[in-house]
């Protein structure tokens, strides 16, 4: 109604170019190893050759020798800093974690020693040149290894870093699967990937003082890094201020800082001048964190009409030895029936240790589940005998079905996965298709159609510690242009460009007078950033919001100048103009030299100057919802996959840059079609790493990526401005797309088995019915059938032996870890016990509830309930051995999950 | 180990410098002229990313020592805008396309194609094509950079289909 809503949408919408480009094109960017400053030395690391073993000694008096080496440093020289590798949840690690390997190396490439020295040149000569011995043992490589293998570190129960879930189905669920009509068994066997962002990992640290630490480095958050390097480094006194001006690429590798940076952060301290590190692309693919290697089974009973009944997963993950989270990807489960209507699911979700590099975050963590529900419904339809896009008709959650509720119960209030689906198929003439298909069968050519749907939880916020809302400040100059700091980061993501739409739009003046400024933890306020397809959401709201505030607040004081009714006011193209008064109109800048410089001008009550800030807090989580096609055609002679056309019918709700969401769409694909087809990081027996170099590890080139074709259906979510998140969408929905593709071409050949990659050497094998691909990696566990208990690695049977008379001593208080799907959660307990009752209280961030349960020997039992962030009841089941205690939380729908706390002494300590 | 003295001209202006004989190309316009829009991505010439102009034609600058290049020609992408500021038709191009995101890899595409379509040179949208399969870029899926290729080749740039 009034000239500003009219007006909306002046930006926010518009195909803008980025703000960031001119600069990148030309060469001015500002990347990490383009920091230089005086006295600046450098690192190399000597890396473990080895996986497993322990380190009997280290020389390091010839490499001393070389001219322009100043320092070597081995953990035994960083131990004297008190160092808890925390993750991203700023919670300490399972087990703990050291800078560079101490006493003990667990995978190859593991750094062991640091060279400080004039060049990074002199500094491998002398790397090269320290002289480490080794015991080397048998190690840990696959997840198979893990199982049944010896245990990866000493100091833990067994392999498995964490669980949740029911290690035996349950009899109803049983039931269900093997009494259904048709019973559908899938499974993946999914390869571990490295992120590979262009520019490696690298720091640059200086210490300024005794009580400044300044860090650029590549990462996806400065604030997050600030935040991370502050507790795990115990500086809370220290001024910690990050720069990171341009990233190139994060993908999850980038979160935190991990071994290296903190290696290199403690040698600066210590040592006392700026040192940097840049990764090069040899230690980037042995030595960075990784991510996926995955198996999962998935079972699914269908009525004899199609219908889902009963649903039942198996998963697993390789941890490697030092995670960066110890993960048993709870999300895979949490998500996996979000978009479809499934009456029962049941799981069991587990990450193992290995001698293997660490696992990190990798666009779209939990794309495990899409991947292997939507080529299971393939699987299916080939199996019952329909067509793959009506198997999911039956099953998918319409719009008319909303609002309900997930079988994991979560609300699912607003998305549009079958809606994007006939839109897909509206786009895309299906019966065509399958007549070019079948002519081509007649020619020898197998063409194959893949069509995959999915939902994807984006812009979290507020059940995760460091998932926070998003800020925003913007001010409107005395110059009359205007300038944003955010909290927001960009590894490529254009935030300085779509923050600057959105401000634009809402405050009414033109995109080229709005800079936005970020990457730098003195700037702006806490958000970890780029992490879970967040920033447009979140951040996007708050620019929003905090530009109508300042709209206001300039009406406010244009009104009060012009002595005019406020409501007439309206700003456009930096000009306040009066509805009906074109003479009164004035500059913007006259405004604020007022707002600044005048005092005595200003209404009663007007706080001087522009500006305004909010931080905005959406909604829990906001659904993207997607459907994708793809068609491509498998060679019969050589089994290389040609991909033809590939369709993305994507809902991200509002979207500030059409061009922006396309290009996180496109990146995502991209990323997809190397996951499926090429990138494989793979080990030898020995846990060498066999892909050291970009001719081993293959990235898509530009002649394995197609054009994108792109169906936008723009369903608002219920934050402000309306947006979905769209980080990772492509690289979740784009593997099972092209892997159902490639099974449709090749379906007259039977099952193509989902071991990624899917190489032409294996595709050519199932073509002409042959190994061909020689069994690369090891064949995995067979999955035990339902209802098999499995027989795990070692000592977990260590629980029970004490005799009941034992008292618990369970009373007092205790420090605990609970692994919930949320991540690990801190908690204090208090107990009290007079016989068998027990009486006390948990306590967390989120409040203190109080329960009463019962004590055997040393056994103690007690139930709560939450109703945070949902309805269930927690039943605790404990077993104290002296000051440590251990046991399990079953959590309803969610399984159960490992607890460990330690008794809390009233020492005086820090 | 021993020096160099290694002269050449970067982006017009003459740079001399004393360089090992095993530093590359890359590093000596990097670290010794400081033109830090030489970006390394791989060290082991499979990215691109490093690409720079030598003597007119498009060259791996990790893969070149300093020494080799002694009286040649180099152009980075500081270099390669008009002294008014004014992009050149390659920046232009990808600058309209959205055809980067993070900008690492991009100063070596822009150098590329910029050597393949200076001079007065017309190559095809399938030579183009096929020289950007020589270079790596995780961000984008190559939409823009084949938009941009499809402009320079003298067509027209074709949206999303």
């Not at chain 1, 590979?196 to 990462?219: F, H, K, N, Q, W």
């Not at chain 1, 290995?354 to 529900?373: D, F, H, K």
């Not at chain 1, 193209?573 to 009906?580: I, K, N, S």
């Not at chain 1, 509830?849 to 007690?862: D, P, Y």
């Amino acid at each position: 109604m009034t000239a500003h809503e009219i007006k909306a949408g002046r930006h926010i919408g518009r195909r803008l170019q980025r703000k960031e480009d001119p600069r990148l094109l030309s060469g001015r960017g500002q990347f990490v190893d383009d920091i230089s400053l005086p006295g600046m030395l450098h690192v190399a690391f000597a890396r473990s050759p080895i996986a497993r073993g322990n380190i009997l000694s280290i020389r390091t008096d010839v490499a001393r020798e070389v001219d322009g080496v100043h320092a070597i440093l081995t953990q035994q020289d960083l131990a004297r800093f008190k160092v808890d590798m925390i993750n991203f949840y700023l919670l300490p690690p399972e087990l703990p974690i050291t800078p560079l390997a101490g006493g003990r190396v667990c995978y190859v490439g593991e750094p062991v020693a640091l060279v400080i020295a004039d060049s990074r040149h002199i500094a491998e000569d002398a790397a090269s040149l320290i002289e480490i011995e080794y015991a080397e043992e048998d190690p840990v490589v696959s997840i198979a290894d893990a199982r049944h293998g010896p245990l990866v570190h000493a100091e833990s129960e067994s392999n498995i870093v964490q669980q949740m879930g029911e290690e035996e189905v349950s009899e109803e669920l049983d039931a269900l699967l093997k009494g259904a009509a048709h019973l559908v068994t899938q499974k993946v066997v999914h390869q571990r990937i490295s992120q590979s962002p262009m520019e490696t990992r690298g720091v640059v640290a200086v210490r300024d003082g005794t009580e400044e630490l300044t860090l650029y480095i590549t990462c996806q958050s400065p604030h997050m890094v600030a935040r991370w390097t502050s507790l795990a480094l115990g500086l809370p006194q220290t001024a910690i201020r990050v720069i990171a001006k341009d990233v190139g690429g994060g993908f999850g590798l980038k979160n935190h800082p991990w071994k290296e940076e903190v290696a290199v952060i403690l040698a600066a301290l210590s040592f006392g001048r700026p040192l940097k590190w840049i990764e090069d692309r040899y230690e980037n693919l042995i030595a960075a964190n990784q991510a996926r290697e995955q198996e999962m089974v998935l079972q699914i009973a269908f009525d004899g009409d199609g219908k889902m009944l009963a649903s039942h997963g198996d998963y697993s993950c390789n941890n490697g030895a030092c995670p960066q989270v110890a993960d048993c990807n709870i999300a895979v489960h949490m998500f996996l029936w979000a978009a479809y209507k499934m009456p029962v699911y049941g799981f069991l979700t587990r990450g193992w240790y290995s001698n293997t590099v660490g696992l990190a975050a990798y666009r779209g963590p939990w794309a495990m589940e899409s991947l292997i529900r939507e080529t299971a419904l393939d699987k299916a339809a080939r199996q019952i005998g329909i067509d793959p896009l009506e198997i999911r008709r039956r099953n998918l959650v319409t719009l008319r079905d909303q609002p309900t509720a997930s079988c994991m119960n979560i609300p699912i209030e607003d998305i549009t996965a079958a809606e994007c689906l006939e839109k897909l198929v509206a786009y895309f003439d299906i019966p065509a298709f399958r007549k070019e298909q079948e002519a081509a069968r007649k020619e020898g050519r197998y063409l194959g159609l893949g069509i995959a749907t999915y939902v994807e939880p984006t812009g979290s916020a507020g059940s995760i510690a460091t998932m926070t809302g998003e800020l925003a400040q913007v001010r409107i100059e005395p110059t009359g242009m205007v300038t944003a700091t955010m909290s927001t980061h960009s590894q490529g993501h254009g935030t300085a460009t779509t923050m600057a739409q959105c401000i634009a739009d809402r405050l009414g003046v033109a995109y080229e007078e709005v800079t936005v400024y970020e990457g730098d933890s003195s700037r702006g306020g806490f958000s970890p950033g780029a992490a879970g397809s967040r920033q447009g959401v979140i951040a996007g709201g708050a620019a929003i919001r905090a530009a109508e505030m300042l709209a206001d607040k300039v009406k406010v004081l244009a009104a009060h100048l012009l002595q005019i009714n406020k409501e007439l006011i309206f700003i456009e193209e930096g000009m306040v103009h009066v509805t009906g008064a074109s003479d009164k109109s004035r500059t913007l800048r006259s405004i604020a030299e007022v707002a600044y410089g005048e005092p005595s001008r200003l209404p009663p009550g007007f706080e001087p100057g522009l500006e305004a800030q909010f931080r905005y807090q959406p909604p829990p989580l906001t659904l993207t919802s997607g459907a994708n096609a793809c068609v491509v055609e498998v060679s019969g002679e050589t089994g290389f996959v040609k991909i033809r056309r590939w369709i993305s019918a994507e809902d991200c709700g509002t979207q500030i840059n059409p061009a922006v969401v396309e290009g996180q769409v496109a990146g995502g694909l991209a990323q997809a079609i190397g996951t499926v087809l090429l990138e494989e990081m793979c080990f030898d027996a020995r846990g060498n790493p066999t892909a050291a170099t970009y001719k081993d590890y293959l990235l898509p080139s530009i002649s394995d990526v197609p054009v994108f074709e792109f169906v936008h259906a723009d369903t608002p979510s219920q934050t402000i401005g309306g947006m979905r998140g769209v980080g990772e969408g492509g690289a979740i929905i784009g593997p099972p797309t092209l892997v159902n593709a490639i099974s449709d071409a090749l379906s007259i050949f039977g099952e193509v088995p989902v071991e990624l990659p899917l190489t032409p050497a294996k595709l050519l094998g199932i073509i002409e019915g042959r190994d061909i691909a020689g069994h690369a990696h090891a064949e995995p566990d067979s999955k035990p059938a339902v209802g098999e208990p499995l027989v795990e690695a070692s000592a977990v049977e260590t629980l029970a032996e004490t005799p009941p008379e034992v008292p618990a001593l369970i009373d007092g208080d205790w420090k605990m870890v609970l692994s919930t799907p949320m991540g690990p959660q801190e908690m204090k307990g208090h107990f009290e016990s007079e016989g068998q009752s027990l009486s006390g209280y948990l306590s967390s961030p989120e409040g203190e509830q109080g329960f009463t349960g019962t004590v055997e020997g040393n056994r103690v039992t007690f139930d709560l309930k939450v109703v945070k962030p949902l309805k269930i009841t927690l039943k605790y089941d404990l077993t104290v051995e002296g000051d440590k205690l251990t046991g399990k939380v079953k959590m309803g729908i969610f399984g159960s999950a490992k607890l460990m706390g330690e008794r809390v002494r009233e020492a005086v300590e820090a | 180990m021993s020096k160099h003295d290694v002269t050449m001209t970067i982006n017009g202006r003459r740079h001399s410098g004393s360089v090992e004989a095993r530093i590359s190309l890359a590093d000596f316009l990097r670290d010794e002229a400081g033109y830090t829009g030489v970006h390394l991505g791989c060290e082991h010439g499979v990215c691109g990313a490093c690409t720079v102009i030598v003597d007119g034609n498009a060259v791996r600058s990790c893969l070149m020592l300093a020494v080799q290049a002694e009286g040649s020609g180099v152009k980075t992408a500081e270099g390669l805008a008009a002294p008014d500021g004014a992009l050149h038709p390659v920046q232009q191009a990808m600058l309209d396309e959205h055809a980067l995101q993070c900008g690492f890899c991009t100063p070596g595409v822009v150098m590329t194609l910029a050597a393949l379509t200076g001079d007065e040179k017309k190559p095809t949208e399938e030579q183009l094509l096929a020289a950007m399969s020589g270079h790596l870029c995780r961000c984008t899926g190559y939409q823009g950079i084949r938009r941009a290729v499809r402009r320079l080749a003298g067509a027209e740039a074709g949206g999303n289909s």
